[in-house]
């Protein structure tokens, strides 16, 4: 009775709790979809370093291969030790 709220305040605020409940659902969806984007970066980054770990293998084997045939001079063999590094770094 002191207030006197008329019919527009309620419009007014019926309008608010509208457009709160659709902020509130927009961040919730938004949240799930980040949620999802997080756990695919995680596989897809362990994905990345287990080749990464099989490629470094592979280039080390060739490293030997190369030194117990005398080849280290072929660029093959130049590119095999310079980019165990870079691998080496990424697994």
């Given at each position: 009775?002191?207030?006197?709220?008329?019919?527009?305040?309620?419009?007014?605020?019926?309008?608010?709790?509208?457009?709160?409940?659709?902020?509130?659902a927009?961040f919730?969806?938004?949240?799930?979809?980040?949620?999802?984007?997080?756990?695919?970066?995680?596989?897809?980054?362990?994905?990345?370093?287990?080749?990464?770990?099989?490629l470094?293998?592979q280039?080390?084997?060739?490293?030997?291969?190369?030194?117990?045939?005398g080849?280290?001079?072929?660029?093959?063999?130049?590119?095999?030790?310079y980019?165990?590094?870079?691998?080496?770094?990424?697994?």
């Open positions: 009775d002191t207030l006197k709220l008329t019919e527009r305040f309620r419009q007014y605020y019926d309008h608010f709790w509208f457009l709160t409940a659709l902020a509130a927009i919730f969806v938004t949240d799930s979809t980040a949620n999802e984007n997080t756990k695919r970066l995680a596989e897809a980054s362990r994905v990345a370093q287990d080749s990464s770990r099989y470094l293998l280039v080390r084997r060739y490293q030997d291969y190369c030194k117990l045939n080849l280290e001079s072929t660029k093959s063999c130049q590119w095999s030790n980019s165990q590094w870079l691998i080496g770094s990424l697994a």
